[in-house]
């Protein structure tokens, strides 16, 4: 089975990818929300080394500022974990479910669920509407269980993972 995983950053991968070891993984790096270029390649390049780690082909989604901000208009004063989160994800899950599409797969995933930060249950009922809407299949795993974030904060460290310390948009930064 095909498996486009959406990934936010090489150390949600690191952790995320061998719960799903049996299935044949592309990554997909669709992060438009991050604040800036230079912050969106160092992440990029963190997932790079994940991929290469695991051996696991990597696609790079256009990086569109200001589309994702255009998309998320009104919503900017909301607090972290709020409405604004929730059309971020729907932003990034979109631009997956096209991809995964476009790619012949019929599967799609998100990392995200490995962060004891976010709201595993939200993220799948966005992920498994938006599927829904593309006639593809959203495959709902929380990979923060069973010390998915511990292993990924362990690979981290010994791959030398760039680790930032806000989700990515300049909304979260000071967070």
Same mark, same amino acid.
């Given at each position: ?71 998320? +208009? ?5 607090? *972290?974990? &709020? #409405? /604004?989160?929730?059309?971020? @994800?729907?932003?990034? !899950? ?23 930060? +976010? ?5 799948? *009922?966005? &992920? #498994? /509407?938006?599927?829904?809407? @593309?006639?593809?299949? !959203? ?30 948009? *300049? ?5």
């Amino acid at each position: 089975m095909k498996l486009l995983l959406h990934v936010c950053c090489g150390p949600c991968a690191v952790g995320s990818i061998p719960k799903v070891k049996d299935w044949d993984i592309t990554l997909y790096f669709a992060n438009s929300n991050i604040n800036s270029k230079d912050e969106f390649l160092k992440r990029y390049d963190s997932a790079l080394k994940v991929s290469d780690y695991y051996n696991n082909s990597i696609e790079v989604d256009n990086y569109e500022h200001d589309t994702w901000l255009e998309y998320i +208009k009104g919503l900017e004063s909301e607090p *972290e974990k &709020g #409405n /604004r989160c929730l059309k971020c @994800f729907e932003f990034s !899950f979109i631009r997956t479910a096209k991809k995964a599409r476009e790619l012949g797969i019929n599967y799609f995933s998100s990392t995200l669920t490995i962060s004891p930060h +976010k709201n595993s249950k939200t993220i799948m *009922e966005i &992920g #498994n /509407r938006i599927a829904e809407e @593309f006639g593809i299949k !959203f495959l709902a795993i929380d990979f923060c269980k069973e010390n998915g974030f511990k292993l990924s904060c362990d690979l981290s460290k010994e791959l030398d993972l760039y680790r930032q310390k806000y989700c990515g948009c *300049e909304y979260s930064i000071w967070f």
